[in-house]
């Protein structure tokens, strides 16, 4: 199993960055997707981004892709998701998803709240 621990969410003005982190841990040798979804109060969980594991390849939603850079660190079981000119509308839980070989579901972290202030 892998387990998710996401960090980085907060409170930032309109206009900020914020970059979050998620670490995996567990059978990380299992892994060949990460990526990040959101769900906002009332709303169903969206997809945000998305990075295979060995060759780095990624993967944006459309609505926000000029805005974002998915990454990774292999060696740290680490991806990271920078999120520049935040906005409003940009407040909603982000979750950490993996997709492992062996399970036909994914794997979530516990998400973090991002808040963004007008």
């Known amino acids: 199993q892998v387990q998710l621990v996401e960090s980085g969410g907060g409170l930032v003005q309109a206009g900020g960055s914020l970059r979050l982190s998620c670490e995996a841990s567990?059978?990380?040798?299992?892994?060949?997707?990460m990526g990040w979804y959101r769900q906002a109060p009332g709303k169903e969980r969206q997809f945000v981004a998305q990075?295979?594991?060995?060759?780095?390849?990624?993967n944006y939603a459309d609505s926000m892709k000029d805005r974002l850079t998915i990454s990774r660190d292999n060696a740290l079981n680490t991806v990271y998701l920078q999120i520049d000119s935040l906005r409003p509308e940009d407040t909603a839980v982000y979750y950490c998803?993996?997709?492992?070989?062996?399970?036909?579901?994914?794997?979530w972290g516990q998400g973090t709240q991002v808040t963004v202030s007008s």
């Open positions: 998803n993996a997709k492992t070989y062996g399970l036909q579901h994914d794997t």
């Open positions: 567990g059978r990380t040798n299992s892994i060949y997707f």
């Open positions: 990075i295979n594991w060995s060759v780095g390849m990624t």
